[in-house]
């Protein structure tokens, strides 16, 4: 069992990291959720990192969609302060000041609240089953 993996998510969703500790320990093993864009490794963290700047975001949350284009297709659900939803190029602009153009979801969708686990971590799992129903309507 690899240390941070999620149960459901292959090694090919993740990027592993190994830490060397003394030999008693052996290495200890980080797995990181990345997506896979285009060919391009996209860190989730990042992308909600500079989303959560905009003034207008109390909470985003990245997940990557699958597409037939891109592979995934960087995704994010966000929470606005009033409730309100923000045009996608206001958005996309700010993002640009922070990010590479790969990096920039290519898709937005406003939700009233981020479901969340039992220990109340955003759930992930369940984001990105939304998006892929709101991709087949």
């Avoid at 959560?52 to 929470?79: N, R």
Wanted: glycine letters at 8%; a positive charge.
């Amino acid at each position: 069992k690899i240390l941070g993996k999620k149960e459901g998510e292959t090694m090919k969703q993740m990027i592993v990291h190994t830490k060397l500790m003394p030999p008693q320990f052996g290495p200890i093993i980080f797995a990181v959720p990345i997506i896979r864009s285009g060919g391009e490794n996209v860190y989730p963290l990042e992308v909600e990192q500079c989303l959560l700047k905009h003034p207008s975001i109390m909470e985003a949350a990245v997940v990557g969609i699958p597409d037939m284009y891109w592979g995934e297709k960087v995704t994010a659900f966000l929470v606005t302060l009033d409730g309100n939803s923000i045009e996608d190029t206001e958005i996309t602009d700010f993002c640009s000041q922070y990010l590479g153009r790969y990096k920039i979801p290519k898709a937005f969708y406003f939700v009233n609240e981020l479901p969340k686990t039992h220990v109340g971590k955003i759930d992930k799992k369940r984001l990105k089953e939304m998006g892929v129903q709101k991709v087949r309507e």
